[in-house]
C-alpha cells in the first residue's frame, strides 16, 4: 500500500484528492492535515463523504509517508517546505504554482518535474518531486499539444475558456457569492492570466522557438503569442475553452493528428461529435472536438477543473510515480443529468 499523507485537506483540491484517495485500492491516508479543523471527521467539512470515512483531520505533520500531497495555497507550498523536514525518500506533488514554472529558480533548486502526464509519462515515472498543472493550463495544454509536436503551432494563438466557481478556491470572495454568480459572465485577467507561463513553457518544450527572445518577462513573452481571454461561468465546476489557429491542415488530417498523439494516453479523447461540459465534470478526462472553418482549427477542449485540472491529475501523477496503471482510482463516471 502506498501510505499517503495531505497538506491543507480541508479545501476544494484536498477534498476532491480525499474522495479520490478513500476508495484507491492501493493507498492508505496516513494523516489529512488542517490545522483549524484538527479532530473533526472528514466528513464535518466534507459533507458528502458521511458514511464512507471516520477519519478525522489533524494538525500533525510527519514523513513516515510514501507520498506527500501539498494542497495549499499559492506561496504557500515554498513555506511549507522552508519551514518542515521532508525525509529524502518521501515523494511530493504540489498542487500550486509554486514549482511549475522551470524559469523560476525554486522549480532549479528542488528538481520538480512538471506533471502533465501527456507531455511528461516518462519523466514523471522516475521523479521524486511533482509539480502539478494548473486547470486552465492544463485544458490549454491538451488542446494544443499535438499541434506543438509537429512544429505547427502559428505566432497567434486565440483562446477563449469558461470555468466555474470552485476555480477561484473555497475562500469566499465578491466573485464567488451565489448572487452574484448565479446568472452572470464576466472576464477576468484578459491578455494576462498567469497559466499563459504554464502553457507557454510546455508548448515550447515541443515547439522550440515558440517562446520569443526578449528581456520581457514569461509572461509578457507568452502574451505575445497566445491570446487568452478567461471567464467566469455560472456553474460550479469544469472548464470549456473554445481555441482556434491558422493552419493548412485539413479536418482529417487534424483528427489523425490528434488521435495519434493521445493513443497512449487514456484521459484524453478525440471526438467527431460536438462535446458539452457535462461529459467530463467529475471525471479525470479531457474531451476534445475539432472543426475547420476555412484556414482556421477549432479546438473545443471540456475538463473538470478540480479534477483533471487538479486533484485527479495528482493521483494520476502518483500512480505514474509508483509504477501503477495510471488509470487506477480514477475510473469515474460523468453526471450527465
Known amino acids: 500500500m502506498i501510505r499517503v499523507g495531505i497538506i491543507g485537506s480541508a479545501g476544494y483540491t484536498g477534498g476532491e484528492l480525499l474522495r479520490v484517495l478513500i476508495y484507491h485500492p492501493e493507498v492508505e491516508i496516513v494523516f489529512a492535515n488542517s490545522a483549524s479543523n484538527a479532530g473533526n471527521k472528514l466528513y464535518e467539512v466534507h459533507n458528502d463523504l458521511f458514511g464512507d470515512t471516520e477519519l478525522t483531520f489533524s494538525s500533525d505533520f510527519h514523513s513516515d509517508v510514501d507520498v506527500l500531497f501539498l494542497c495549499v495555497g499559492h506561496g504557500d507550498a515554498r ?58 493550463a492544463t485544458n490549454i ?86 491570446n487568452f481571454v478567461p471567464q467566469r461561468g455560472d456553474f460550479a465546476r469544469g472548464i470549456f475553452s473554445a481555441i482556434y489557429v491558422d493552419t493548412d491542415l485539413s479536418e482529417e488530417q487534424a483528427y489523425t493528428l490528434y488521435e495519434s498523439y493521445y493513443a497512449a494516453h487514456p484521459f484524453t479523447h478525440v471526438s467527431k461529435k460536438n462535446i458539452d461540459l457535462k461529459q467530463v465534470v467529475n471525471t479525470n478526462k479531457s474531451i476534445m472536438h475539432l472543426e475547420k472553418h476555412g484556414n482556421k482549427l477549432l479546438i473545443l477542449n471540456a475538463t473538470d477543473n478540480l479534477l483533471k485540472g487538479a486533484s485527479g491529475q495528482a493521483v494520476q501523477n502518483m500512480n505514474l510515480m509508483f509504477g501503477l496503471d495510471e488509470r487506477t482510482g480514477l475510473n469515474l463516471k460523468s453526471v450527465g443529468f
Open 79 to 136: 513555506k511549507f517546505l522552508e519551514a518542515n523536514t521532508v525525509d529524502a525518500s518521501v515523494k511530493i506533488i504540489d498542487l500550486s504554482q509554486d514549482y511549475r514554472l522551470r524559469a523560476n529558480t525554486a522549480y532549479q533548486e528542488q528538481q520538480f518535474v512538471y506533471g502533465l502526464p501527456e507531455l511528461n509519462k516518462e519523466a514523471i515515472k522516475t521523479a521524486q518531486y511533482i509539480a502539478n498543472p494548473g486547470c486552465f
Open 141 to 226: 495544454q491538451l488542446a494544443l499539444l499535438p499541434l506543438a509536436s509537429k512544429g505547427l503551432l502559428p505566432n497567434q494563438i486565440h483562446v477563449n475558456a469558461t470555468t466555474g466557481s470552485t476555480g477561484a478556491g473555497q475562500k469566499p470572495g465578491a466573485t464567488t457569492h451565489f448572487s452574484w454568480r448565479n446568472n452572470n459572465l464576466s472576464a477576468y485577467k484578459s491578455f494576462e492570466h498567469q497559466h499563459l507561463q504554464e502553457i507557454s513553457e510546455s508548448v515550447d518544450q515541443l515547439q522550440t522557438g515558440f517562446l520569443p527572445v526578449s528581456e520581457n518577462s514569461l509572461l509578457e513573452r507568452a502574451a505575445e503569442r497566445i
